[in-house]
Nanobody, 118 residues
Framework: VQLQASGGGLVQAGGSLRLSCAAS????????MNWYRQAPGKQRELVAG???????NFAGSVKGRFTISRDNAKNTVYLQMNSLKAEDTAVYSC?????????????WGQGTLVTVSS
């Protein structure tokens, strides 16, 4: 299983970035997909998630600024980040999660660094 995140970089406050996470080795359309982030010295937090059925949820701190979407044909999940703030600076990682017949499948990709300059 591989989850390959990309799209991070340096952006000024108020700017936008789109992160992508391409999955392989899993039946992508059956997995809930999540984006997490971890800022220096802080705990990892859930930023956004999208279920296999397309339902989404967001952390309060990003609601209205970030959107999450998925393209099952491309086995890819996206995180569109707008109106970025300095406090959005973190390493962003994607996660694939599925609970099936009481068995949890939980996969992580490497992170991509997002740096927002103020």
């Amino acid at each position: 299983v591989q989850l390959q995140a990309s799209g991070g970089g340096l952006v000024q406050a108020g700017g936008s970035l789109r992160l992508s996470c391409a999955a392989s080795g899993i039946m992508f359309n059956r997995y809930n997909m999540n984006w997490y982030r971890q800022a220096p010295g802080k705990q990892r937090e859930l930023v956004a998630g999208i279920t296999s059925g397309g339902n989404t949820n967001f952390a309060g701190s990003v609601k209205g600024r970030f959107t999450i979407s998925r393209d099952n044909a491309k086995n890819t999940v996206y995180l569109q980040m707008n109106s970025l703030k300095a406090e959005d600076t973190a390493v962003y990682s994607c996660n694939a999660y599925r609970l099936y017949l009481d068995k949890k499948n939980d996969f992580w990709g490497q992170g991509t660094l997002v740096t927002v300059s103020s």
